[in-house]
């Protein structure tokens, strides 16, 4: 007796129900979301659609609660960057003040970047370019603060308008820029900064912040500047916030 051939079913690939479903989930939380907005305005409704368009677009958004409303929150590269810069500034901070120098070193957050101004009677003796051997923890802790930040960082020297001309330098231009070689060299050896990273610039007595027909104000004028330079530059908005 010959036997009955048996069938076999062939088996549907169902591959594409992956993908199908995922895009009826996002459709289904796109119906959700303008439900809940109700009557809505138009910003707010070209909010939302662009926020589904970075979604789809494979991009990074933020969705936040406003009011009875959702509306979308990006937050920009340039805000990004200056958000961490402003967490490392208040970092900076605490730490010069642990370190009994907030009266001679400043953080400020400007349209350039991130500056640190370190006035020279913390860093050198008079009209020397060394860097003091008791400053290497400030430096080392300033060079750890700023690992963390991908940015460039620029070292700047600077000095008052008394003239100098010793057997080490023969202006005060000289005296800016081995201070601050030293400086980046330093945050380089011991602060690991990256070597790729730094560049230094040297001003001597031309780029004064302060008066120098006083003691005082050529005290300020001396100093090194340590700059974090900002990738990206702050928008109008940015800049009155």
Known sequence: MRKKKEHHEEHVDEAWLLPYSDMLTL?????IVMFAMGQTD?????????????????GSGVMQRDGNSVISMEVSPGQAEDDKMTEVKKML???????????KVKVA??????????????LFNTAEAE??????????QISNLLQGLENKVKVVGYTDNVPIKNDKFRS????SAMRAINVMN???ASGEISADKVSIQAYGEY????????????????????IVIRKYPQTAQEKSN
């Open 172 to 175: 005060n231009w000289e005296l």
């Open 27 to 31: 459709l289904l939380a796109l119906f």
């Open 186 to 188: 330093f945050m380089v």
């Open 42 to 58: 138009a910003a707010k409704f070209n909010a939302m659609s662009q926020q589904f368009n970075i979604i789809f677009a494979g």
């Open 131 to 140: 860097v003091k051997n008791n400053l290497s923890p400030l430096l080392v």
């Open 109 to 122: 957050l400007n349209g350039e970047g991130l500056e640190i101004s370190i006035q020279d009677v913390v």
């Open 207 to 226: 780029m004064p912040k302060f008066e120098n027909t006083t003691e005082a104000g050529r005290a300020k004028n001396r100093r090194v500047e340590i």
């Open 93 to 103: 901070e605490a730490e010069i003040t642990k370190e009994g120098y907030s009266d």
